[in-house]
């Protein structure tokens, strides 16, 4: 289907995949869409004029639902991101990376939360890590504290990503959003894009309120080529200096506790990075396998 054909009628729900390069993931990406158990739903693909054939792939397939639209020229990956929500048409999104999957009954599982809480601007989930062949990597990961899990108020969810340090709530997969929420609190802003997802999951709560899914209802992908495996010095900064912006912006619901606790635990935070995706690498790694030990030994390591 091209940019051009009319669905009939509205759909529910649009996933959004902005894709750039990533021909090696985006048949898997768009199958875990299709095979959805909720199917009243647009698959929109904004192609970032890649040079290889992610584009292509993407347009073998044929479903009605499908639509597969092309930049005439590379943008940034922000403008991307914003694009594709741009292009969509549901009351309800979700952004899927064109590398990540979502489990067969996600969108259903979701819809019914948003269905029931006409006040809610968003649902989360856990996600799974695996790696760039498929493999399980770190089950169950984010929402790992009560304080996350169901309905919760907008105070507490800012308190618990300042003591976290980073995005305990999930990547852009693991949420399903009110697109009148996202356009109210001004869609994905003019933000890092190491720090895209947590800042506008902040800011739709200011319009909505939050639900924490205890299931595990997709895939976070770590390969070689992703933005995630560039967690080096410049995100860590960025990761920082957003808390801090976060505290600022917050300084009436921030406690002096939730500072230090997240300021001791940026130690921990940053060698738990290091251990996912040193149990991302080759096979036969030493460092793969001992990092896979690690991640092994429990909640603690999955936090």
């Excluded at 009319?6 to 299709?34: D, H, N, Q």
């Excluded at 949420?175 to 902040?202: K, P, Q």
Aim: net charge positive; charged share 25%; glycine share 6%.
């Amino acid at each position: 289907m091209t940019e051009n054909e009319a669905f009939e009628g509205t759909p529910a729900v649009a996933v959004c995949v902005p894709l750039y390069r990533k021909e090696e993931f985006i048949a898997e990406t768009l199958r875990s869409v299709l095979d959805q158990t909720f199917t009243d739903f647009e698959l929109i693909v904004l192609d970032n004029a890649s040079p290889d054939r992610s584009g292509e792939i993407a347009r073998s397939f044929d479903d009605p639902r499908l639509v597969v639209v092309r930049n005439p020229r590379t943008i940034a990956a922000t403008e991307n991101f914003a694009k594709v929500v741009s292009l969509s048409r549901a009351p309800l999104v979700k952004v899927l990376m064109a590398d990540d999957l979502i489990h067969r009954n996600c969108l259903e599982r979701q819809v019914e939360v948003l269905k029931r809480d006409a006040q809610l601007a968003m649902v989360t989930c856990r996600h799974d890590v695996i790696d760039e062949y498929g493999r399980l990597v770190a089950p169950d990961r984010v929402l790992r504290t009560r304080d996350l899990v169901g309905r919760q108020d907008r105070k507490t969810v800012i308190r618990r990503v300042v003591r976290h340090g980073g995005n305990p709530i999930g990547n852009p997969g693991n949420v399903l959003f009110r697109r009148a929420a996202f356009d109210a609190a001004g869609g994905f802003a003019n933000e890092e894009f190491f720090t895209l997802d947590i800042g506008t999951w902040l800011r739709l709560l200011e319009h909505g309120g939050y639900f924490g899914m205890p299931e595990t209802l997709s895939s976070f992908r770590i390969n070689s080529g992703s933005h995630s495996s560039e967690l080096g010095g410049k995100a860590i900064r960025l990761q920082r200096d957003f808390i801090a912006g976060v505290r600022r912006a917050n300084r009436e619901i921030v406690r002096n506790s939730d500072v230090v606790y997240g300021a001791l635990r940026a130690p921990l935070m940053r060698l738990r990075h290091r251990v996912l995706f040193a149990a991302a690498g080759p096979p036969s790694s030493v460092r793969r396998r001992a990092a896979l030990k690690v991640l092994a030994l429990g909640p603690s390591a999955r936090t």
